[in-house]
């Protein structure tokens, strides 16, 4: 059974520019998360998704960043714009339902210059 | 606010001794606490939990403590074998399924 799976891997941009990260969670699962993980700290939810619904959103900067979860399959995380504070690996997982154990994908790693 | 503190930033343990590693917590509506394995450019992938009603759960070679009243929990790796060199992770959960996650400690299991 695949995992979850992230796109790009790695992502260099400048600052002020935007970018986009993409995620396509386990086959079945309905619950989707988002986590931002800084050097030599854990990961930090973002978001979370029930289906294409985000029940909470509460640690999103939401001045800049935005997400989407179209048909509560696929989803994406923007930055818009980018500033140096972003650099971070971006982590995405998801779960069977609410209360069960969530698997990581990979991340996305982003460095901003 | 760190709800989550890992203290040891790193371990080194020879192979076939114990791995004791340590978590501290501070949110006392936390349900259930988790460790994550983590291996360079991967994601991190589940370990082993507890519920905060038990006080002990096994599971192979590892086996996670929760000292509620202390507010402690650690996880023993018996015996310690090269592949478990990585970072590890300790979480707590929350309402809705969400984990607070400590800073990590990097364990090297040497041969």
């Known amino acids: 059974e695949a995992g979850v799976v992230q796109s790009p891997r790695y992502k260099i941009i400048e600052k002020k520019q935007p970018v986009a990260f993409w995620c396509n969670p386990i086959?079945?699962?309905?619950?989707l998360y988002w986590y931002r993980q800084n050097l030599g700290q854990g990961p930090e939810l973002l978001i979370r998704y029930e289906n294409e619904e985000a029940v909470d959103d509460s640690q999103l900067p939401k001045d800049r960043f935005s997400a989407e979860r179209l048909k509560g399959v696929d989803s994406t995380l923007k930055i818009q714009p980018a500033e140096l504070g972003d650099s971070a690996v971006y982590l995405c997982?998801?779960?069977?339902?609410?209360?069960?154990?969530?698997?990581f994908g990979p991340g996305t790693r982003l460095t901003v210059l | 606010d760190q709800q989550v503190k890992q203290n040891s930033p790193s371990l080194s343990v020879q192979e076939g001794r114990i791995s004791i590693l340590n978590c501290d917590y501070t949110n006392s509506m936390f349900d259930y606490f988790l460790w994550y394995k983590k291996y360079p450019a991967e994601g991190p992938t589940f370990l082993i939990s507890i519920s905060s009603i038990k006080d002990k759960n096994e599971d192979g070679r590892f086996t996670v403590f929760l000292n509620k009243s202390a507010k402690h929990l650690s996880l023993h790796i018996v015996p310690s074998q090269p592949g478990d060199s990585a970072v590890y992770f300790c979480a707590g959960r929350a309402a809705g399924n969400k984990l607070t996650f400590g800073g990590g400690t990097r364990v090297l299991v040497k041969p």
């Open positions: 997982a998801s779960s069977l339902g609410p209360r069960d154990t969530q698997y």
């Open positions: 086959s079945g699962h309905n619950t």
